[in-house]
Structure formats: structure tokens, C-alpha cells
T-cell receptor, first 113, second 116 residues
């Protein structure tokens, strides 16, 4: 069975500061990993995904994430955040060959002016 | 970018009543999903649907739930007799013609269901 742990439920950060949102996963097979973002009153939008290949994945809005198999982590980073990055961020995992995507509990990123 | 559309955005119902949540997936997609998010909790998988049948479902998706693709464009989730604990945001998603269906899900903006 697959699971995702996002240890930080809320992360406040000042504008233009760097941020890292942590994600750890567990799965018994090869996985796909995702970060989704949910802006207020909107649905989930794919930020980036790791399917295979390079462990450093770049996504939209200047975000990137690094897949670390030995640490079973997929942390999300941005070197300089903007007010518009205020949203909830969900890490997710899916076993290859299966349709089900399992989400973490989410991390609320609050960017402080 | 194409969108998944969900209606209504908010639905209020009395306990024991039937509700139907509606979704219009992206037109050339083949895989359809329902997820839900109870306030303050994680987004939970309910069911996936492919080739006019359920392909996976979670423990949450019991006999009170059903899904249907009644025509070429809509995908519905029916809850036969709603309970208070069914109150949640319900998200529809679809994915396309990728070799592996779970490579990218497109989500709708959700239907907030409130059971009174």
C-alpha cells in the first residue's frame, strides 16, 4: 500500500525568501510522484511530476522538486516566493500501472508581505 | 488549457436524501475519477472509471455510492442516502490518452456537499 506524509501542515514564509515543503512517501513498487497546488476556491492543479529519469524535476511558477529514492522523499522548493504562491500544496504518489493517486494531508503555504 | 467542469459548486441536502454530483471531463479523456476532501483532511480517492466500468474503488465507495457515464460527455457520482459524514468537497478528475492513466490528472474545481 502506498502512503504520503507531509509533516508540515502550515508553512509561513516572508516574500522573496526561499521555501521547502517536505514530502515523504512509502510504496512497495516503483512510483510516480506529484505535487499539486490548490488556490482558494479552486480545484487541484498539477505543479510538477516525477515519472522517471532526472531526479530534479522543474514545474510551473518556478517550483522544483527532487526525488530521493534512498530517503523516499520528494521535497518541493522555490528559491524566492511571491504573494501569489499562497495556496495549499499536496504531495501525491501513484504506483506505476495503477490509476489511483494517493494524496498527503497538504501543506498550507502562507507568504507574508 | 482544457478544463474539467463540475456542477453545482455547492449542494445542500437533508440527511437520507439522494444527491447527484455532475462532472464534464475533458473531451478526449478516457479515465475518470472521483475524489473527496473532508474539511481539514486529506484528499481521498473514491473511484476510477474506464471503458464504462469501475476499474478501482476505495473502501469509502460502498453500496451507497455509484458512478455513471450516461452519455458521451457527463460523468456523475450518486449518493443514494446521504449521511452527515458525506459532507465534503467532491472533486472530479479525468486523464487522457497517456500510456499510463495516472501520469496527469486534471481536476475540476469541486462540489461542496453539505448534509444537514
Amino acid at each position: 500500500a502506498q502512503s504520503v506524509t507531509q509533516l508540515d501542515s502550515q508553512v509561513p514564509v516572508f516574500e522573496e525568501a526561499p521555501v521547502e515543503l517536505r514530502c515523504n512517501y512509502s510504496s512497495s513498487v516503483s512510483v510516480y510522484l506529484f505535487w499539486y497546488v490548490q488556490y482558494p476556491n479552486q480545484g487541484l492543479q498539477l505543479l510538477l511530476k516525477y515519472l522517471s529519469g532526472s531526479t530534479l524535476v522543474k514545474g510551473i511558477n518556478g517550483f522544483e522538486a527532487e526525488f530521493n529514492k534512498s530517503q523516499t522523499s520528494f521535497h518541493l522548493r522555490k528559491p524566492s516566493v511571491h504573494i501569489s504562491d499562497t495556496a495549499e500544496y499536496f504531495c501525491a504518489v501513484s504506483d506505476r500501472g495503477y490509476q489511483k493517486v494517493t494524496f498527503g494531508t497538504g501543506t498550507k503555504l502562507q507568504v507574508i508581505p | 488549457e482544457p478544463e474539467v467542469t463540475q456542477t453545482p459548486s455547492h449542494q445542500v441536502t437533508q440527511m437520507g436524501q439522494e444527491v447527484i454530483l455532475r462532472c464534464v471531463p475533458i473531451s478526449n479523456h478516457l479515465y475518470f475519477y472521483w475524489y473527496r476532501q473532508i474539511l481539514g483532511q486529506k484528499v481521498e480517492f473514491l473511484v476510477s472509471f474506464y471503458n464504462n466500468e469501475i476499474s478501482e474503488k476505495s473502501e469509502i465507495f460502498d453500496d451507497q455510492f455509484s458512478v455513471e457515464r450516461p452519455d458521451g460527455s457527463n460523468f456523475t457520482l450518486k449518493i443514494r442516502s446521504t449521511k452527515l459524514e458525506d459532507s465534503a468537497m467532491y472533486f472530479c478528475a479525468s486523464s487522457g490518452r497517456d500510456r499510463e492513466a495516472n501520469e496527469k490528472l486534471f481536476f475540476g474545481s469541486g462540489t461542496q456537499l453539505s448534509v444537514l
